[in-house]
Each structure stands twice: as C-alpha cells, then as structure tokens.
C-alpha cells in the first residue's frame, strides 16, 4: 500500500492556501535543507549545485562572514575564527566537554552554555547554528522566490532538554516558525518508509559527524511510532578521525604545534577514513608547521584503532532492543543513516548483529532531511490529511533531586510524546515554607551523575507540619521534546512554573535582542514580513474554519453558528487591509468564538475512531 | 466523552483485566491520530491547547492500560480495594520467606546461568500471580485479594530491576 499521499501543489484544495515550509538537518559536520516539490521531498542545492552545506562558519570582523565550503576552505589559515562542529557545543557547559581543548578555538563559558571567543567576541554556539540557519532559510526563499511558512528542524534522538531549547533558539534566532523539532533516525524513517511503503519493525542506526542515536520504529499505515531510542550525543564520525589522526602522531612521533596544525591533520585524517571506505590502503599525507607527515594506513589499523568506537554504538543498540523487548530477528530492516555509516566495518558489525543485510539505499546524508521535508509539508497544510503521523518519545528519563542527592524519576524514557505526570512531595521540616525544586534528566541514580536542567522554588506554602504539605510536580513534555514543570501546593492553591527556558536556553528578550542586533533587516521588509504572515495565517484560520464547518455543522446552534460567521466575515475584511495587528487580533477572537466548537468536534472524532472500529469488527 | 472519564470508557474496552492487546494497541493509534496536536496546527490557539490536554490523557490511559501491573492496581482502586503501596505492606509470610530466598540467591549468583535460572524462577512466580489477579478480577471478583496479588508483584518487579542491574554489574552490555 501507499504509505503516504501527497497532493501536487495544483491539487490541493486551493492552490493559494499552499505554504512553503521546508526540513533542515542542522548536522555536527553538515547541514541540507529540503522541501517537497511535485509531490516529492527534494534537497534544495545552492547557486553552485551543492546540497550539502558544511556546517562551518568563518567569523571575518566587522560582521563579515564566510559559510560553508568556503569557511571549510580558510579553516587552516584561520582556525581560531573558523567554527566547526557546533552542534556539539549546543546547550553545553566547559564541564561537559572533555575535548574542549584540542578544539582549534577557543571557548569559555557564557550565560547558560559556553561561548566561542572570536574576533568579533565571544559568540554563542546558538548564535552560530543560527547563522547556518539562516544561510539555508535564505536558500529556500530563493529557490521558491517566496516567504517560508515554516521549518521543521532535526535533532538527535538522543539529545536532552537543554540541546533541544538551543536549537528552538537557534531557529528563531534565524527567523524560522518552528514547526516542530523531530528526531533525526525517526525523520530518516519517514523518508525510508514513504519510498519503501514499509510495515513492520524497523531499527535506525545514525551515526552522524558529532551524535549517534538508534531509534527501534513500528510502521503501519502512515502512523511512525517510536518504541525506543537510545544514543550518545557526543559520539560521531569526528571521533573516528580523532583518532586516526593521533595515531598518525603516534606512529611518526611528531605534535601538533597550532589550531591550524590540528586543523590540517584533523582534515587529512577524515580525508584517508572516506578512502578507505574504498580502498584497502591509503597514505595520510598532511602539511605541519614543521614540515610534510606521511603514514601508511590500511583498513584493518584503522578498524582495531577505532573499534572501541563501534563497541559503544552496538552497546547503544542492545540497550535500546532490551527496552523495545524484541530479539535482533523480530526487526524486518536496518536502515543505515549519517555519512559515517559508509565505513566497511559500521555496516558489517551491524548487519551481522541483527543478523540481516543493513539497507543503505538512501542516501546517507540526504535521508534526514528528506524526511524533515515531508513532516514539515504535512504540518504546513499542504499534505492531504490522516495519512502520516508521528508518535515519538522521551530519550532520558526526567526526574527530581530528593533527600541525600538522589533521582525521583517521575517520566521514564521512552514515553511517547506528549507526555504529562504528576509525583506528589511533602515537606521536610515542621513550618518549612519553601521547597527547592531541582530538575535532572538522564538514567542514574545520582543526581551529581544526570544532567541539571533547571532550579526553581515554591515559595510561600502556609506553615504546617513536616509531610504535611502535599505538593504535586507536574511535568509535561510536548510534541517538540520540551518540558515545562508546574509545582502547586494541593491545600493552599501556591503555585510555581519553570519552562525549562530561562536557567539553560535564552530568554525571549534575550532572542528579541540578538534578532534585533544580528538579522535585523529594513524596518519595512520586517513590517511587510509581519503582514504576509499575519494574512497567512488569517487565511489558514478561515480554511480551518470552514472545513470544520463542513463536517460539523450540526453540533451547532442557530446563535452559535451566527457568531462564527460573524467572527469569521470581520477576519475577511482585515486580511483584505493593511493592519497586521488588527488580523491578529480577528484571528485571535476567531480562536476564541470556535473554542467551544471545536471541543465538540474533538469529542465526536474520539467517539467516531471507536465506533468507526467496532462496524469494521461486525 | 470527557477528559475525566475513565481509562476504559475512554478507548471503548469492557472494564476488565484481561484485554487485547493488539486490539488496545490499534485503539490507541486511533485515538491518537484524532487528538494528536500535528493533526491541529493552524486552527487556533485553543484548539492547539485542547487537542494537547486530550493527547496527554490518551497516553496516560494507554500507559496504564497496556501494563497489566498498572491496569490490575487501577482497577483494584476503582472496585475499592486501593493498593496504597506506601502504607500497606502486608504480605502473607510464605512470599516474605520466598522473597528472602530470592535475595540471598541473588546476592550469591556470579554465573549467567545461576542468574538465568533465578529469572526463570521469579517470572514463573510472576506468571502465576498475575494469574490470580486475572481470576480475583474477571472470574469471582474478589478486589481485596487481587489487591494483595498486586502488592506482591510490585515487589517482584522491583526484584526483576535488581536482577537486570546485577546482571549489568557482572557482564557490562
């Protein structure tokens, strides 16, 4: 059967209605961006016809810049200002990165994550991963000479709260309306699934230049449901080069002397890993400062050298197969995913271990964002409905900190999304009026070993007993992977909130204020920018509307249905004006007015998925 | 049809311990499509809002119900017997002497097969537990009694866990 059903661009209902929104890879070594076009997920190419885009950025002065292949290009000459690999900087402190040394910049810690000292100053890593963004935004209006809706961005399965508010930031920072952010392996899948129109049980292994991630997936009729993930986010292709390039050090007793020397030599030695993809052989030749090196490698130095690499990834894969409870045999296919999947020996160790051929005929590279393309055409509206849907998961527990340094977990991994529990606490002492809420993700059992995402207090509970109080945490996680966390005493009403936000990601002044700085563009290309969007969204509000009125009608009074119509006839005549706001706010007080409504019409969907199945049983 | 209706009403099943799974399962899926928020973007605020509360309640209700240990503990509640794992630790002295056993068992284990063979051993248990809160559930309804099952199977869950950990501990994955 067809998994997917895609309308072409002159199909859809009204041609007009049709929105531009596109899937972004942001990767550790490169970024794509895609979009489906003629029914078909695309990667859009630059002006020279290269669809991958190094995710390099050369900082010049002034706010000058180089991109991609060129900043790759000038990385030996300037490597300080030459910022690679970003995305393993995202949402991380100096504590967490082990390797911030060896890297060719230098870096200090900023407010909430580290920062890259450049020439300009110090630049954060989701100012940077913004840039690229933005590089790629600028790309896609191009190519369709026309606004985007929106994006869907991907990140690793694998990555945790504080890594997935970064690149939220990051995107709107670059003028992006995130669609939603999705897991890299399950967006691969989507791509794999819609050319394959597969069923069953499918594990994705992504080895990627920076993260890894294995997502188990069961396919059936368009729904993509995510048993269990698992990964390392500080584990990709880059590690494999590390590595080949000190032991080509060892091998010869040379050092590296400057940024621009392990830049060089990090360089040749990811450059002989993709020969060997190839070959049995090869020379690592490298320029250093102190003149030529030159090495001999062969396949087989290269495999025991970078073996313990792979014996993580295929711990990573039991661990997730455990939590899916399935055997290697129960899976129907491997789908190989990230450039460093291309290596002889990753294929063979993972094929052997699900005991099947891997599929590797996607390409690599391309496959997540392809897979980006389609979600994001099917969130935008333009996809016909009920054919494609996502249910993904948490990749780390989420817990609290409680008494002697320990986790409570309240969310287990592996929850599909949206998620929400509730774990109720009490006081410690007699008359304590304040609680220290400390949010922690990950699997161990000591705070001090899972990842601080948040500190915040209840404050003013009325005094009482110790373990009297009755305070119930609430954490909720949406669609994105992104946790809020309420704390309400249960006698006396007090609450607390925290978006995860403020303490780890930036605040919205703080995004408001580097939009300002950063991208700021003519006042009037922003105003004309806000009521192109405003219009568009009126208009998908109307449709939305009366196609709701179409199917529902009846659950309407004669009152109720006078007060949409007029709602919705006061919209029509703002989009047709020139006042951004006051579309705003027509679409807001039809949001209001249809609130009931729409209630009703979610109550009749649930009965109706029910009934719907018992007549297919009779 | 609410958010406050119960776990059964809600995916349209008979309120009983035994269920299909499959069945359960291709429920769900269903439910989730109709209230999933992607299957609402663009149409407002409030319905964005109302189709996430709906989405976080079908999860919730799938969760329990797929369990068997949370769906036997929520129905005991709902027939009145409350499990209260806190407060209410009786357990008959057999199951207090066999769980000691399995203690010392564990603690001893230093083998794959000596740990096997204790897994083998509890799971039966398990199995046989779960069979009386099947009984004490759907066949002569006996809330109290399938209460106790419940409470004695937490424990063997946990037991499980401390299995699992130990075996980490002996052979790293």
Known sequence: ???????????????????????????????????????????????????????????????????????????????????????????????????????????????????????????????????????????????????????????????????????????????????????????????????????????????????????????????????????????????????????????????????????????????????????TQTELRCELDDGPLSVTVTRDNFEQLTKPLLDRTVSVVRRVMRDAQLQPDEVQGVVMVGGATRMPAVRQRVGQWFGQPVLTNLNPDEVVALGAAVQANALAGNAQD????????????????????????????????????????????????????HVVQGERELVSECRSLARFELRGIPPMAAGAARIRVTFQIDADGLLSVQAREQSSGVEAAVSVKPSYGLNDEQVATMLRDGFASAQSDMDARKLREARLEGDRMLAATETALRADADLLQPREREGIDGLMHALREHITGADADAI???????????????????????QQALTGRSVEQL | MNLA???????????????????????????????????????????????MQWALRVNEAYRRLRDPLRRAAYLCDRRGAPIEAESNTHMCTAFLMEQMQWR????????????????????????????????ALDDTPDAARAAEAVRSLMFVARFLQDIERRRDALFPL
């Open chain 2, 104 to 135: 010392e068992a564990l603690d001893d284990a230093d083998s794959a097969d000596g740990i096997d063979r204790l897994h083998t051993e509890v799971q039966t248990r398990q199995k046989g537990l779960f069979e009386t809160v099947a009984r």
């Open chain 1, 584 to 606: 705003d706010a027509a679409v807001k007080a039809l949001a209001r007015g249809t609130e009931a409504f729409a209630g009703a019409r979610m109550n009749r969907s649930i």
């Open chain 1, 386 to 437: 009920g054919e494609l849907l996502l249910l993904d998961v948490i990749p780390l527990s989420l817990g609290l900190e409680t008494m002697g340094g320990l986790v409570e977990r309240i969310v287990e991994r592996n929850a599909t999304l949206p998620v929400a529990k509730a774990q109720d606490f009490t006081t410690f002492k007699d008359g304590q009026t304040a609680l220290a809420l």
């Open chain 1, 1 to 279: 059967m067809a998994l997917l059903q895609i309308s072409e661009p002159g199909q859809s209902p009204d041609p007009h209605q049709r929105r531009i929104a596109v899937g972004i890879d942001l990767g550790t070594t490169h970024s794509l961006v895609a979009a489906v076009r003629h029914g078909l997920p695309e990667c859009l190419p630059d002006d020279g016809g290269r669809v991958i885009l190094p995710s390099v950025v050369r900082v010049m002065g002034e706010g000058r810049r180089q991109y991609g292949a060129e900043a790759l290009a000038a990385a030996a000459e300037d490597p300080s200002n030459t910022i690679a690999s970003v995305k393993r900087l995202m949402g991380r402190r100096l504590a967490d990165l082990p390797n911030a040394a060896s890297l060719p910049y230098t870096l200090e810690d900023g407010p909430g994550m580290v920062t890259v000292l450049t020439r300009e100053g110090p630049k954060s890593p989701v100012e940077i991963s913004a840039e690229i963004l933005a590089v790629l935004r600028q790309r896609a209006e191009d190519t369709f000479d026309d606004l985007l809706y929106g994006a869907v961005i991907t990140v690793p399965a694998y990555f945790d709260d504080a890594q997935r508010q970064a690149t939220k930031d990051a995107a709107e920072l670059a003028g992006l309306k995130v669609l939603r952010l999705i897991n890299e392996p399950t967006a691969a899948a989507i791509a794999y699934g819609l050319d394959h129109g597969s069923e069953g049980l499918y594990a994705v292994y992504d080895l990627g230049g920076g993260t890894f991630d294995v997502s188990v997936l069961r396919l059936s009729k368009g729904v993509f449901e995510v048993v269990a993930t698992g990964g390392d986010a500080a584990l990709g292709g880059d590690d494999f080069d590390r590595l080949l390039a000190d032991w080509a050090l060892g091998q010869t007793g040379r050092a590296t002397r400057s940024a621009a020397d392990r830049q060089r030599l990090h360089a040749a030695a990811r450059r002989a890993k993709e020969r060997l993809s190839d070959l």
């Open chain 2, 5 to 51: 209706s119960d776990d059964f009403s809600l995916f349209g099943l008979p309120e009983r311990y035994r269920l299909d799974r499959a069945e359960l399962d291709a429920r769900w899926k269903r439910l989730a499509a109709q209230v999933h928020p992607d299957r609402h973007i663009g149409q407002g605020a409030a319905t964005q809002a109302q189709s």
